[in-house]
Protein backbone atom coordinates (compact mmCIF):
# COMPACT_ATOMS: atom_id res chain seq x y z
CA UNK A 1 0.00 0.00 0.00
CA UNK A 2 3.08 2.34 0.87
CA UNK A 3 4.52 1.71 -2.18
CA UNK A 4 1.77 2.47 -4.37
CA UNK A 5 0.77 5.57 -2.27
CA UNK A 6 4.62 6.72 -3.10
CA UNK A 7 4.08 5.74 -6.61
CA UNK A 8 1.15 7.84 -6.67
CA UNK A 9 2.80 10.84 -5.31
CA UNK A 10 5.42 10.53 -7.65
CA UNK A 11 3.60 10.44 -10.58
CA UNK A 12 0.50 13.61 -8.70
CA UNK A 13 4.48 15.50 -9.01
CA UNK A 14 5.07 15.08 -12.11
CA UNK A 15 2.02 15.96 -13.41
CA UNK A 16 1.73 19.24 -11.24
CA UNK A 17 5.14 19.95 -12.77
CA UNK A 18 3.81 19.30 -16.65
CA UNK A 19 0.66 21.55 -15.36
CA UNK A 20 3.46 24.40 -14.10
CA UNK A 21 5.11 24.51 -16.90
CA UNK A 22 2.24 24.39 -19.60
CA UNK A 23 1.09 27.31 -17.48
CA UNK A 24 4.08 29.51 -17.32
CA UNK A 25 4.61 28.74 -21.15
CA UNK A 26 1.23 30.22 -21.90
CA UNK A 27 1.68 32.94 -19.54
CA UNK A 28 5.14 33.83 -22.06
CA UNK A 29 3.33 33.55 -24.71
CA UNK A 30 0.43 35.47 -23.75
CA UNK A 31 3.32 38.15 -22.71
CA UNK A 32 5.11 38.34 -25.84
CA UNK A 33 2.13 38.81 -27.99
CA UNK A 34 1.35 41.74 -25.54
CA UNK A 35 4.93 42.78 -26.34
CA UNK A 36 4.53 42.67 -29.81
CA UNK A 37 0.90 44.26 -30.51
CA UNK A 38 2.55 47.32 -27.91
CA UNK A 39 5.69 47.05 -30.00
CA UNK A 40 3.69 47.28 -33.01
CA UNK A 41 1.78 50.11 -31.99
CA UNK A 42 4.94 52.41 -31.56
CA UNK A 43 6.76 51.62 -34.63
CA UNK A 44 3.64 52.66 -36.60
CA UNK A 45 4.41 55.85 -39.22
CA UNK A 46 3.51 59.14 -36.90
CA UNK A 47 0.65 61.01 -39.45
CA UNK A 48 -2.01 61.98 -37.68
CA UNK A 49 -1.44 65.01 -35.49
CA UNK A 50 -3.09 64.76 -32.15
CA UNK A 51 -1.95 68.11 -30.27
CA UNK A 52 -3.88 71.34 -29.86
CA UNK A 53 -5.90 73.35 -32.43
CA UNK A 54 -6.66 76.50 -30.61
CA UNK A 55 -4.63 78.96 -28.58
CA UNK A 56 -3.25 82.48 -28.33
CA UNK A 57 -2.17 84.62 -31.09
CA UNK A 58 1.81 84.03 -31.07
CA UNK A 59 3.40 86.70 -29.20
CA UNK A 60 6.25 89.12 -30.62
CA UNK A 61 9.47 90.41 -29.51
CA UNK A 62 9.94 88.13 -26.49
CA UNK A 63 13.29 87.04 -24.40
CA UNK A 64 13.99 83.43 -23.32
CA UNK A 65 16.42 82.03 -20.85
CA UNK A 66 16.96 78.23 -21.71
CA UNK A 67 18.30 76.67 -19.04
CA UNK A 68 20.03 73.17 -20.30
CA UNK A 69 21.01 70.79 -17.68
CA UNK A 70 23.74 69.50 -20.42
CA UNK A 71 24.63 70.77 -24.09
CA UNK A 72 26.23 68.12 -24.98
CA UNK A 73 23.90 65.90 -24.45
CA UNK A 74 21.88 65.43 -27.98
CA UNK A 75 18.50 65.74 -26.96
CA UNK A 76 18.90 68.75 -24.87
CA UNK A 77 20.74 70.80 -27.89
CA UNK A 78 17.83 69.66 -30.22
CA UNK A 79 15.37 71.09 -27.81
CA UNK A 80 17.02 74.00 -27.95
CA UNK A 81 17.32 73.92 -31.59
CA UNK A 82 13.48 73.11 -31.80
CA UNK A 83 12.93 76.72 -29.82
CA UNK A 84 14.68 78.60 -31.93
CA UNK A 85 13.27 77.53 -35.06
CA UNK A 86 10.13 78.35 -33.53
CA UNK A 87 10.41 81.70 -32.56
CA UNK A 88 12.80 82.63 -35.83
CA UNK A 89 9.40 84.50 -37.21
CA UNK A 90 8.88 86.38 -33.99
CA UNK A 91 12.09 88.41 -33.40
CA UNK A 92 12.02 86.09 -29.77
CA UNK A 93 15.46 86.66 -28.13
CA UNK A 94 16.49 82.50 -27.02
CA UNK A 95 19.70 82.93 -24.74
CA UNK A 96 21.44 79.77 -22.56
CA UNK A 97 23.13 78.54 -19.51
CA UNK A 98 24.75 75.31 -19.56
CA UNK A 99 24.76 73.76 -16.51
CA UNK A 100 27.27 70.75 -17.35
CA UNK A 101 25.61 68.53 -15.73
CA UNK A 102 25.84 70.35 -12.34
CA UNK A 103 21.81 71.73 -12.41
CA UNK A 104 20.54 69.14 -9.74
CA UNK A 105 23.16 69.52 -6.95
CA UNK A 106 21.41 72.77 -5.35
CA UNK A 107 22.88 76.02 -7.46
CA UNK A 108 20.90 79.04 -7.76
CA UNK A 109 20.73 78.68 -11.24
CA UNK A 110 16.92 80.08 -12.04
CA UNK A 111 18.17 83.18 -9.67
CA UNK A 112 20.85 83.74 -12.63
CA UNK A 113 18.31 83.16 -15.28
CA UNK A 114 16.14 86.07 -13.72
CA UNK A 115 19.16 88.18 -13.73
CA UNK A 116 19.10 88.32 -17.25
CA UNK A 117 15.51 89.98 -17.37
CA UNK A 118 14.07 87.36 -19.31
CA UNK A 119 10.01 86.78 -20.22
CA UNK A 120 10.10 83.44 -19.63
CA UNK A 121 12.52 80.62 -18.50
CA UNK A 122 12.89 77.13 -19.96
CA UNK A 123 14.36 74.65 -17.59
CA UNK A 124 15.33 71.71 -20.18
CA UNK A 125 16.24 68.45 -18.34
CA UNK A 126 17.01 69.81 -15.22
CA UNK A 127 14.86 68.43 -12.11
CA UNK A 128 12.42 71.09 -10.73
CA UNK A 129 12.33 70.27 -7.28
CA UNK A 130 15.98 71.09 -6.76
CA UNK A 131 15.10 74.18 -7.79
CA UNK A 132 12.55 75.10 -5.41
CA UNK A 133 13.74 78.31 -4.47
CA UNK A 134 14.72 79.81 -7.80
CA UNK A 135 11.36 78.81 -9.11
CA UNK A 136 9.47 81.07 -5.91
CA UNK A 137 11.82 83.72 -6.79
CA UNK A 138 10.15 83.49 -10.27
CA UNK A 139 6.59 83.33 -9.52
CA UNK A 140 7.80 86.11 -7.34
CA UNK A 141 8.85 87.80 -10.45
CA UNK A 142 6.04 86.86 -12.26
CA UNK A 143 8.72 85.59 -15.10
CA UNK A 144 6.97 81.82 -15.91
CA UNK A 145 8.98 78.59 -16.22
CA UNK A 146 8.00 76.03 -18.65
CA UNK A 147 9.90 72.45 -18.21
CA UNK A 148 11.33 69.81 -20.56
CA UNK A 149 11.84 66.90 -18.76
CA UNK A 150 12.00 68.64 -16.03
CA UNK A 151 9.68 66.28 -13.82
CA UNK A 152 8.58 62.44 -14.04
CA UNK A 153 4.73 63.78 -14.56
CA UNK A 154 3.87 65.95 -17.74
CA UNK A 155 1.67 68.78 -17.03
CA UNK A 156 1.28 71.82 -14.79
CA UNK A 157 3.58 70.89 -11.32
CA UNK A 158 4.63 72.65 -8.47
CA UNK A 159 6.31 75.96 -10.06
CA UNK A 160 6.27 75.05 -13.39
CA UNK A 161 3.57 76.24 -15.83
CA UNK A 162 3.87 73.31 -17.35
CA UNK A 163 6.04 70.17 -18.18
CA UNK A 164 6.62 69.51 -21.54
CA UNK A 165 7.70 65.30 -22.03
CA UNK A 166 6.80 61.74 -23.21
CA UNK A 167 5.97 60.17 -20.56
CA UNK A 168 8.95 58.21 -19.43
CA UNK A 169 7.89 54.98 -18.36
CA UNK A 170 6.36 54.22 -21.61
CA UNK A 171 8.80 54.65 -23.02
CA UNK A 172 10.99 52.96 -21.35
CA UNK A 173 8.57 49.77 -21.29
CA UNK A 174 8.70 49.52 -25.20
CA UNK A 175 12.31 49.74 -25.16
CA UNK A 176 12.75 46.90 -22.54
CA UNK A 177 9.00 44.99 -24.18
CA UNK A 178 10.93 45.48 -27.70
CA UNK A 179 15.04 43.71 -26.28
CA UNK A 180 11.64 40.79 -24.87
CA UNK A 181 10.75 40.81 -28.81
CA UNK A 182 14.18 41.09 -30.32
CA UNK A 183 15.56 38.14 -28.38
CA UNK A 184 12.30 36.30 -28.40
CA UNK A 185 12.33 36.04 -25.15
CA UNK A 186 15.79 35.21 -24.34
CA UNK A 187 17.99 38.44 -23.57
CA UNK A 188 20.56 38.48 -20.89
CA UNK A 189 20.08 42.20 -20.00
CA UNK A 190 22.26 44.98 -18.38
CA UNK A 191 20.28 48.52 -17.87
CA UNK A 192 22.37 51.67 -18.04
CA UNK A 193 20.40 54.31 -15.62
CA UNK A 194 21.41 57.42 -14.12
CA UNK A 195 20.55 58.12 -10.63
CA UNK A 196 21.31 61.84 -10.34
CA UNK A 197 17.80 62.47 -12.35
CA UNK A 198 14.25 61.42 -11.19
CA UNK A 199 13.38 61.35 -14.92
CA UNK A 200 15.90 58.86 -15.53
CA UNK A 201 15.54 56.81 -12.25
CA UNK A 202 11.93 56.74 -13.45
CA UNK A 203 12.94 55.29 -16.96
CA UNK A 204 14.91 52.46 -15.45
CA UNK A 205 12.88 51.03 -12.67
CA UNK A 206 10.04 50.56 -15.47
CA UNK A 207 13.07 48.51 -17.85
CA UNK A 208 13.18 46.48 -14.75
CA UNK A 209 9.66 46.23 -14.39
CA UNK A 210 8.93 44.69 -17.70
CA UNK A 211 11.95 42.17 -17.64
CA UNK A 212 10.50 40.63 -14.35
CA UNK A 213 7.98 40.05 -16.57
CA UNK A 214 9.59 37.90 -18.95
CA UNK A 215 10.01 34.29 -17.07
CA UNK A 216 13.01 33.28 -19.63
CA UNK A 217 14.89 36.69 -19.50
CA UNK A 218 17.69 37.66 -17.73
CA UNK A 219 18.21 40.84 -16.05
CA UNK A 220 22.06 40.99 -14.75
CA UNK A 221 22.28 43.92 -13.73
CA UNK A 222 21.84 47.81 -13.57
CA UNK A 223 24.47 49.78 -13.67
CA UNK A 224 24.26 53.30 -12.28
CA UNK A 225 26.33 55.71 -14.60
CA UNK A 226 25.86 59.54 -14.39
CA UNK A 227 25.07 60.67 -18.12
CA UNK A 228 27.36 63.66 -17.09
CA UNK A 229 30.22 61.57 -15.79
CA UNK A 230 29.75 58.51 -18.65
CA UNK A 231 32.97 59.18 -20.83
CA UNK A 232 35.25 58.92 -17.79
CA UNK A 233 33.55 55.80 -15.91
CA UNK A 234 32.16 53.66 -18.81
CA UNK A 235 34.98 51.73 -20.15
CA UNK A 236 35.65 50.33 -17.31
CA UNK A 237 31.85 49.58 -16.14
CA UNK A 238 31.95 47.30 -19.64
CA UNK A 239 34.87 45.50 -18.93
CA UNK A 240 33.82 44.80 -15.53
CA UNK A 241 30.32 43.30 -16.96
CA UNK A 242 32.36 41.42 -19.41
CA UNK A 243 34.19 39.73 -17.53
CA UNK A 244 31.24 38.85 -15.03
CA UNK A 245 28.97 37.87 -17.21
CA UNK A 246 31.00 36.61 -20.81
CA UNK A 247 28.32 35.21 -23.25
CA UNK A 248 25.05 36.22 -20.70
CA UNK A 249 25.18 39.35 -21.78
CA UNK A 250 23.17 39.72 -25.21
CA UNK A 251 21.37 43.15 -24.73
CA UNK A 252 22.14 47.07 -22.72
CA UNK A 253 19.31 49.04 -22.30
CA UNK A 254 20.20 52.37 -21.69
CA UNK A 255 18.32 55.61 -20.46
CA UNK A 256 19.70 57.55 -22.84
CA UNK A 257 21.39 56.91 -26.54
CA UNK A 258 25.05 58.65 -24.93
CA UNK A 259 25.90 55.06 -23.32
CA UNK A 260 25.82 53.60 -26.94
CA UNK A 261 27.82 56.72 -28.18
CA UNK A 262 30.42 55.59 -25.57
CA UNK A 263 30.55 51.76 -26.60
CA UNK A 264 31.22 52.11 -30.05
CA UNK A 265 34.22 53.57 -29.21
CA UNK A 266 36.85 51.23 -30.31
CA UNK A 267 38.39 50.29 -27.10
CA UNK A 268 34.93 49.71 -25.11
CA UNK A 269 33.89 47.52 -28.77
CA UNK A 270 36.58 45.49 -28.81
CA UNK A 271 35.48 44.35 -25.04
CA UNK A 272 32.06 43.18 -26.18
CA UNK A 273 33.26 42.04 -29.54
CA UNK A 274 32.71 38.68 -28.66
CA UNK A 275 29.70 39.13 -27.15
CA UNK A 276 27.64 40.82 -29.75
CA UNK A 277 25.36 42.71 -27.33
CA UNK A 278 22.80 44.32 -29.10
CA UNK A 279 21.45 48.01 -27.80
CA UNK A 280 18.65 49.84 -27.20
CA UNK A 281 17.71 53.10 -25.17
CA UNK A 282 14.77 54.47 -23.86
CA UNK A 283 15.53 58.04 -25.00
CA UNK A 284 16.56 60.92 -26.99
CA UNK A 285 16.99 59.12 -30.40
CA UNK A 286 20.12 61.04 -31.37
CA UNK A 287 22.03 61.55 -34.64
CA UNK A 288 24.63 58.69 -33.79
CA UNK A 289 22.01 56.61 -32.53
CA UNK A 290 19.86 56.63 -36.22
CA UNK A 291 23.41 55.75 -37.46
CA UNK A 292 23.89 52.80 -35.54
CA UNK A 293 20.48 51.15 -36.41
CA UNK A 294 20.59 51.86 -39.91
CA UNK A 295 24.29 50.13 -40.15
CA UNK A 296 22.66 47.53 -37.57
CA UNK A 297 26.12 47.94 -35.34
CA UNK A 298 25.46 47.84 -31.33
CA UNK A 299 22.09 49.80 -31.10
CA UNK A 300 18.73 47.92 -32.59
CA UNK A 301 16.66 50.56 -30.97
CA UNK A 302 16.01 53.60 -29.86
CA UNK A 303 12.41 55.31 -28.10
CA UNK A 304 12.91 59.39 -29.34
CA UNK A 305 11.72 62.35 -28.40
CA UNK A 306 10.69 64.52 -31.19
CA UNK A 307 13.09 66.83 -30.37
CA UNK A 308 11.68 69.76 -32.98
CA UNK A 309 8.36 69.18 -32.05
CA UNK A 310 8.38 69.04 -28.25
CA UNK A 311 10.78 72.98 -29.22
CA UNK A 312 7.75 73.67 -30.94
CA UNK A 313 5.56 72.88 -28.35
CA UNK A 314 7.37 74.84 -25.27
CA UNK A 315 7.16 78.48 -27.50
CA UNK A 316 3.31 77.53 -27.92
CA UNK A 317 3.35 76.82 -23.82
CA UNK A 318 5.22 79.67 -23.12
CA UNK A 319 3.31 81.69 -25.35
CA UNK A 320 0.20 80.68 -23.55
CA UNK A 321 1.54 81.44 -20.38
CA UNK A 322 2.82 84.77 -21.55
CA UNK A 323 -0.57 85.69 -22.96
CA UNK A 324 -2.80 84.45 -19.81
CA UNK A 325 -4.21 81.01 -21.33
CA UNK A 326 -3.76 77.77 -19.89
CA UNK A 327 -1.42 75.39 -20.74
CA UNK A 328 -2.52 72.84 -24.04
CA UNK A 329 -2.67 69.51 -21.66
CA UNK A 330 -1.00 67.89 -24.81
CA UNK A 331 1.18 64.76 -23.88
CA UNK A 332 3.02 63.27 -27.49
CA UNK A 333 2.81 59.13 -27.84
CA UNK A 334 6.00 57.30 -27.50
CA UNK A 335 7.62 56.34 -30.86
CA UNK A 336 10.21 52.60 -31.47
CA UNK A 337 12.37 53.67 -33.99
CA UNK A 338 14.31 50.29 -35.77
CA UNK A 339 15.92 49.40 -38.86
CA UNK A 340 12.24 48.46 -39.85
CA UNK A 341 11.20 52.04 -39.81
CA UNK A 342 13.90 54.34 -39.97
CA UNK A 343 12.88 55.22 -43.45
CA UNK A 344 9.57 57.47 -41.80
CA UNK A 345 9.11 60.03 -39.56
CA UNK A 346 12.58 61.91 -40.13
CA UNK A 347 14.79 58.59 -40.21
CA UNK A 348 16.81 60.12 -43.93
CA UNK A 349 17.45 63.11 -41.38
CA UNK A 350 18.84 60.70 -38.63
CA UNK A 351 15.81 62.43 -36.31
CA UNK A 352 12.66 61.95 -35.22
CA UNK A 353 11.07 64.37 -36.97
CA UNK A 354 6.87 63.40 -37.52
CA UNK A 355 5.12 63.91 -40.55
CA UNK A 356 2.20 64.82 -38.79
CA UNK A 357 2.72 68.60 -39.94
CA UNK A 358 3.23 70.01 -36.26
CA UNK A 359 5.06 73.11 -37.65
CA UNK A 360 1.99 74.20 -39.52
CA UNK A 361 -0.72 72.73 -37.32
CA UNK A 362 1.09 75.44 -34.69
CA UNK A 363 1.53 77.96 -37.33
CA UNK A 364 -2.17 77.79 -38.00
CA UNK A 365 -2.84 78.83 -34.10
CA UNK A 366 -0.22 81.45 -33.86
CA UNK A 367 -1.50 83.12 -36.89
CA UNK A 368 -5.00 83.41 -35.80
Known amino acids: MTAITGKCITVLLILSSLVGSAIAQENSMQ ?27 LLKNKK ?33 IDCRGRCNQGAAIVSQALE ?16 AKGLAAAAAAKVPVIGWHASIKSGAVDGLFTNVTSNPKEAAQIAALYGVVESNSKAGIVVFTDSSNPYSTAKSNAIVEVIKQCESCRLLSVEDVPVAEAYKKMHQVVESLAKRHGAKWTHAIGINDIYFDLMEKPEIAAIIANNKVQGLSAGDGSNTAYKRIRANSLQIGTVPEPLFMHGWQLVDEMNRALSGAQPSGYVTPVHLVTNQNIAYDGGPKNVFDPTNDFRGQYQKIWMK
Do not use: C, H
Not at 39 to 48: C, D, E
Open 64 to 96: LVYIASDMSDAGIYGIFNGVKEATAGAGWEVLF
Open 31 to 57: FLSRANAKVAKAAAVKTRWEGPVEGPK
Open 116 to 131: MKPNGIILAGVDAVSQ
